[in-house]
């Protein structure tokens, strides 16, 4: 028996959650002594007000487009990936060694062999754990978190020994050759004749992003390995009455989640950085968790959460810069997000639930 | 007093009245007017039953007659709708599981409730430590544990820990726990399901060793030799009602049998005499061990024909559902099945319950919400589910044809008469026979050269049992090969066109169904087999 | 490597140990009672920010201790009452409470301090002390063992001593009290504790409460340690704690073991960038012999009280013998200066050696890590 409509589900209770969590903050803005209505305005016109402040909000947006499609992919299977901060970062490290191999002539030929060194090195590092899960039990929450602090001290160890510049005194790669620099949307939109701001770092991979969302969709929904996904992640054992094999499935997901994960580095580290820095995901792996959360795990509704962590790290940082309050308001926004959409998911959903049976009743009666 | 032994008395049987016999001993337990809901579903319904100090009462139904219900309002879990509950003549308020310690009930949980890696006597004294250190309370506790294993056969090592102990010997601790809380009243939920005979025995022998001191004892189970042993009355429950109480020493197991699974409004079916073809399903020597180390299946033969159906009986537990499984292939098994001649694996491999429909084996699983149907996703995909590998249902190599699945799901769905006709609601929104519907329309209409077929009525509405037996004799009819698996007798002997009894994961015998009737199938599926084809189940 | 080398590494093993200590043993308390914690990090980031302001504000690092066990204590509540209570998903509560902690110390730091989410440093009086047990300048002439007194075991702050304490303390709560019996049973199968008439809520709560009060004590320790609150000063520490609760297998002594490990490769990581890999292999069989030596002692002191049995002895006496014939294989490697083996590592694979290790007893290689059977799941009450 369904105790609540779909849409209520879908729609309403992450609504409320939200709201909850946008209300407190705004609390919290207040107890600081600023004015959450100014706060929320200085957001908005950061974030969407100027091209060059939406193409910041665009950018962040295509980095959780991955990795929150990434964490639902996992989350379809009913696998906790938590490890999304290093498979970008190793992510990064295959687009990086990439685009260092030779001297691209152009970035199409150069953004399709980035795609597949950084998908190939984020689902190599999404591997082991799934292997360690599938095979011998090991928790894969546990041994993902590992893999972020083993991939974090591996990459600082890349680059202090193999990739840095010789006597440059920062820890980052050579910069990227010219033929490996992706089109930003100031190159994208000039030949239709609008203008955006050459400075701001949205570029090509945001329409990788948006494809990788209708790919997933396909995969999910139109497939059969989605489906097997789907089924074992609702139901173990009627996975194993219908012949599905989980070993299988738990390796495929994680693969393609971490695969997902390492594409977020065509974005960050080829389309912005053009080099391989030090903690290039900038804890995008877990943001990835709340946009998964938020988006129901489909597709559109992650493109939707993404938008909006996208619009809250952007106008976080025009905050700090106007109203001097820390861009890591947008860390207690975001907390606060996945404390309400997921682990209080019961406390919005059961006085709901009593609500509409209630309807229910009244209507019937 | 009355013996039920006439079939026309158990419709009317009212709800029986405390035991008229012996009115000199105390009343140790006296439920009145017990009645329980949940949701739609009537649990209990107005159940009264008297329990007399120091006895053996047994309650003996199917499962989902509602006994452990009732003993869940009895140890606290469940607040009853209304009636009340008398404990040696007082009125008690049994609102949690420590009032009803404190009211002097044990419970012996049917999935033991003990700390695995604990030791005996940390898991005997937790929750009634004597003090805030431990150290008092391990010594009394062993000291009592000594005591208690030279008064009844109650031995157990009191420092092993729990998860390396037998699972007669876990149970032994959770009579010790009981027993440690000065229970008065025990109360067994089905404590022989998981024992071998000789530990069910030696279990017997213990709560003879209780009774003898005065302690009162209520034993739950569906094992009719169970009762007919060890208790000194026992009442009947069926479909959440009271069908009778009587003196274990005035009835008899064929009587139980009846009054237990009752007789319904017989649903005939309409069909012709089987015309048996050739052996599509054969199966030597099957020998089934589950995950615990338990034997389910020993060593079972068994032959389906094209064009038959062949019905399995026998009390829930016996060992059908691992037979199903290891057909239906994710249950490891050992001995040979054959398939339209060509053995099949049967070390579980993963995939195993793909292939077994390659070969044309269809399975509607017992267990229809945990097995057969994913809740949440809707009846097309349900449809889908498990061959969706057909290259029927591909658009090209990597999409599926969403659109026409839905097509065939429909017509499928339509051809079994499900309501609501509509393939995208969730399966969890069907009715319970509409859900099986949709299980059946799965798989009958892949056209199985076998269809194992587990429960196929079970929380089916009647409306809908008639349609779905008419579907199983239908594919029978077109010469498939059929293997029925049902706790109903009545949906045994009106389907099947041979039946086998299957008690303790052995064949105690084959019958044609003109041939035998509820009696003696009743006594073949409790284990009693009057020599006729004692033979039978030992020649594998 | 000299033994003054040695005794300055193993002290500062020791300052680095303490944290992840108290840490490890609230995670303890916490998965014991069936709770995964990984919001520990975000707890000690609370508890080092408030135990830094207050310390700052009041002058007293005793009051900020108690500030810092409140913030702490309100975390583990929040998380509580989405695990507990609402019976959500205790990872994701865990991820939230790390989002928000790492969000609010700077946002309200720099609400009340304006230093861009620093405390002001906190002066030598607003923070702990180091004892000095007594006569540790008096014994320090004594070769061997003066050094050793007053450079590793005297000359810590009280926290630390209250940490080492906490270990045999959780051990005595934990296996013989009450309380402790269900507390364990309640992360084993806390259906056995409702039927024994125990509330199983009520139970969880408390293991909350504890687990709160050890990270307010490791928060503020951090705080008094780096001299007030920096912006993401826990490091991760949070984390390490959680793998070497696992690598403990949730276990007080073991908790002991695995954290000086931690905290041991943290000090060698911290004073040589790159160390030769026979320096590191002979610092830590040289230490894992004495450690496992005394392991031994203390076992065989067991076996003369009659506690244990001989065959006990097995165990650590194997491990003895072949943490030595390392030792005395790599003297040996040394003395051959054998080419093959003389290259260094570097600091990052110290940095990642923990989690490696963690993942290694996670994937069951050396011996297996089960947690408490329960932990994870909220209880919800069944028929």
Redesign the interface.
Request: hydrophobic share 45%; glycine share 10%; no cysteine.
């Given at each position: 028996m369904q105790a609540m409509p779909k849409w209520a589900d879908a729609i309403l209770i992450p609504f409320i959650s939200l709201l909850l969590a946008f209300i407190l903050s705004g609390l919290m803005i207040m107890a600081i002594g600023k004015d959450p209505v100014v706060a929320v305005q200085t957001m908005v016109q950061g974030a969407f007000g100027s091209t060059n402040g939406l193409g910041y909000t665009l950018y962040y947006t295509t980095n959780f487009i991955f990795t929150g499609l990434a964490i639902a992919v996992a989350y379809q299977a009913r696998l906790f990936n938590i490890g999304g901060e290093g498979q970008v970062m190793l992510g990064g490290v295959g687009v990086a060694l990439v685009c260092l191999a030779i001297d691209w002539p152009h970035w199409a030929i150069a953004l399709p062999a980035a795609m597949i060194g950084g998908a190939v090195f984020g689902a190599a590092w999404a591997f082991i754990p799934a292997y360690l899960q599938a095979k011998r039990g090991s928790h894969i929450v546990i041994t993902t978190m590992m893999f972020n602090f083993i991939a974090s001290a591996f990459v600082g160890y890349l680059l202090i020994n193999f990739l840095k510049v010789p006597g440059s005194m920062s820890t980052e790669s050579a910069g990227f050759p010219d033929g490996a620099h992706l089109p930003n949307f100031h190159d994208m939109l000039a030949p239709f004749g609008i203008e955006f701001s050459a400075n701001s770092p949205a570029n090509i991979a945001f329409l990788i992003a948006l494809l990788a969302a209708v790919g997933f969709w396909v995969l999910i929904w139109k497939t059969r390995l989605g489906f097997e996904i789907r089924s074992f992640g609702a139901s173990e054992t009627a996975a194993k009455y219908a012949g599905i094999n989980p070993v299988r499935i738990t390796i495929i997901a994680m693969l393609i989640s971490g695969a997902l994960c390492g594409l977020m580095a065509i974005n960050n580290v080829m389309g912005e950085a053009e080099r391989l820095i030090d903690n290039a995901p900038e804890g995008a792996g877990f943001i990835g968790i709340a946009v998964a959360l938020m988006g129901r795990n489909h597709p559109i509704g992650i493109v939707l959460a993404a938008l909006l962590f996208g619009f809250l790290v952007q106008g976080g940082a025009e905050l700090n810069l106007w109203e001097s309050i820390p861009r890591e308001l947008v860390m207690v926004i975001q907390g606060l997000v996945i404390l309400f959409t997921g682990a209080l998911d019961n406390m919005v959903r059961r006085p709901l639930e009593k609500l509409f049976l209630a309807l229910r009743k009244a209507k019937e009666a | 007093m009355v013996v039920t032994t006439s079939q026309g008395r158990q419709t009317s049987a009212a709800p029986s009245s405390p035991q008229t016999a012996s009115m000199s001993d105390p009343l140790a337990i006296e439920l009145r007017g017990i009645s329980k809901a949940f949701g739609p579903v009537q649990a209990n319904k107005d159940i009264s039953i008297s329990v007399r100090k120091g006895t053996i009462h047994g309650i003996i139904g199917e499962n989902g007659a509602g006994k452990s219900t009732l003993m869940s309002i009895l140890y606290g879990f469940y607040k009853a709708d209304s009636g009340t509950v008398l404990i040696n003549g007082q009125e008690v308020q049994i609102t949690s599981s420590q009032a009803a310690i404190n009211a002097g009930i044990g419970m012996v949980f049917q999935h033991f409730k003990l700390v695995e890696n604990f030791t005996v006597l940390e898991n005997v004294i937790l929750g009634a430590e004597e003090g805030a250190l431990l150290k008092p309370s391990l010594g009394k506790a062993r000291k009592l544990l000594q005591q208690l294993s030279d008064e009844y056969e109650l031995s157990v090592d009191p420092d092993a820990l729990v998860e390396n102990l037998s699972v007669g010997h876990q149970q032994r601790v959770e009579i010790l726990k009981a027993l440690y809380r000065q229970a008065d009243i025990l109360i067994l939920d089905e404590p022989t399901g998981v024992l071998t005979p000789a530990e069910a025995d030696h279990l017997f022998r213990i709560l003879q060793g209780l009774k003898e001191q005065g302690k009162t004892i209520i034993l739950i189970t569906h094992k009719l030799r169970e009762i007919m042993d060890v208790t000194d009355s026992v009442s009947v429950m069926r479909r959440g009602e009271m069908t009778d109480t009587v003196k274990t020493s005035e009835t008899s197991p064929e009587a139980l049998a009846e009054l237990m699974v009752g007789r319904k409004v017989l649903l005939e079916v309409e069909k012709t005499p089987a015309a048996p073809g050739t052996p599509i399903l054969e199966v030597e020597n099957l020998t089934v061990v589950d995950a615990q180390g338990v034997i389910r299946v020993k060593g079972i033969d068994l032959q389906v024909r094209a064009g038959e159906i062949l019905g399995i009986a026998g009390v829930a537990g016996n060992g059908q559902t691992e037979l199903l499984e290891v057909l239906g292939g994710y249950q490891v098994g050992t001995g040979v099945i054959r398939m339209n001649g060509e053995e099949l694996d049967l070390t579980g491999n993963a995939s195993d319950g793909q292939s077994r429909r390659e070969k044309g084996i269809g399975h509607v699983p017992e267990d229809r919400h945990d097995e057969g149907l994913i809740l949440e996703f809707s009846a097309w995909e349900n449809i889908m589910f498990g061959y969706h590998h057909d290259p029927e249902y591909q658009k090209n190599g990597l999409i599926m044809d969403t659109a026409k699945i839905k097509q065939i799901a429909y017509d499928k769905m339509e051809r079994f008469d499900t309501r609501p006709l509509n393939e995208k609601l969730p399966a969890k929104s069907f009715s319970g026979g509409n859900q099986q519907k949709i299980v059946l329309a799965r798989e009958i209409e892949r056209n199985p050269d076998l269809l194992l077929i587990g429960q196929p009525t079970r929380g089916v509405d009647i409306g809908a049992i008639e349609f779905i037996h008419q579907q199983i004799v239908a594919l029978r009819d077109q010469g498939k090969a059929i293997l029925l698996v049902s706790v109903e007798l009545d949906e045994i002997l009106s389907l099947s066109d041979r039946i086998a009894v299957m008690f303790d994961g052995k064949i105690m015998g084959e019958r044609l169904p003109a041939e035998t009737d509820e009696r003696e199938l009743g006594m073949l599926m409790a284990g009693i087999n009057n020599g006729a084809d004692a033979a039978q189940s030992g020649d594998a | 490597m000299d033994f003054l080398t040695i005794l300055q590494i193993l002290d500062s093993t020791l300052r680095l140990a303490t944290p992840l200590l108290l840490t490890c043993l609230a995670g303890l308390f916490s998965e014991r009672a069936g709770i995964v914690d990984?919001g520990l990090e975000g707890k000690l980031l609370a508890a080092a920010f408030l135990s830094g302001a207050v310390a700052y504000t009041t002058g007293s690092i005793w009051l900020g201790l108690l500030a810092g066990v409140a913030a702490s204590m309100l975390f583990s509540m929040?998380h509580g009452?989405?695990?507990i209570t609402?019976?959500?998903?205790?990872?994701?509560?865990g991820?939230?409470?790390?989002?928000?902690?790492?969000?609010?110390?700077?946002?309200?730091g720099?609400?009340w301090f304006r230093l861009?989410?620093r405390t002001p440093s906190l002066p030598t009086d607003a923070r702990f002390g180091e004892w000095n047990l007594p006569f540790s300048d008096a014994m320090s002439k004594i070769p061997a063992f003066g050094p050793a007194y007053d450079e590793l075991i005297s000359g810590h702050t009280a926290l630390t001593y209250i940490a080492l304490l906490a270990v045999p303390i959780s051990w005595w709560v934990l296996?013989?009290?009450?309380?402790?019996?269900?507390l364990?049973?309640v992360g084993?199968?806390p259906?056995?504790?409702?039927?024994?008439?125990?509330s199983v809520v009520r139970l969880r709560y408390i293991a909350l409460i504890i687990a709160g009060a050890l990270c307010g004590l490791a928060g503020t320790y951090l705080a008094s340690l780096a001299a007030g609150f920096v912006?993401d000063m826990s490091a991760?520490r949070g984390?390490i704690a959680?793998?070497a609760l696992?690598f403990a297998k949730w276990r007080p002594w073991y908790a002991l073991s695995a954290t000086l490990l931690f905290g041991l490769l943290e000090a060698v990581g911290n004073r040589y960038q790159n160390i030769q890999f026979l320096d590191f292999v002979e610092l830590f069989s040289l230490l894992g012999f004495a450690a496992l030596a005394v392991v031994l002692a203390v076992q065989i002191i067991r076996v003369a009280l009659s506690t244990i049995s001989v065959r006990d002895l097995a165990k650590p006496f194997i491990a003895c013998l072949s943490v030595g014939a390392v030792l005395v294989a790599t003297t040996a490697i040394r003395a051959m200066d054998l080419p093959l083996f003389g290259f260094a590592l570097?600091v990052?694979?110290m940095?990642?050696l923990p989690?490696?290790l963690?993942?290694v007893i996670?994937?069951?290689f050396i011996g297996k890590a089960i947690?408490p059977?329960a932990s994870g799941t909220p209880y919800v009450?069944e028929?």
């Open positions: - | - | 990984i929040l009452l989405a695990s609402f019976q959500g998903d205790q990872l994701i509560s991820v939230a409470l790390n989002f928000l902690a790492a969000g609010l110390t700077v946002v309200i720099q609400s861009g989410g296996y013989r009290t009450r309380f402790g019996l269900r364990r049973a084993e199968n259906s056995a504790v409702d039927t024994a008439g125990i912006k991760g984390y959680l793998a696992i570097p990052q694979f940095q990642a989690y490696i963690t993942v996670l994937a069951g947690p059977r009450k028929r």
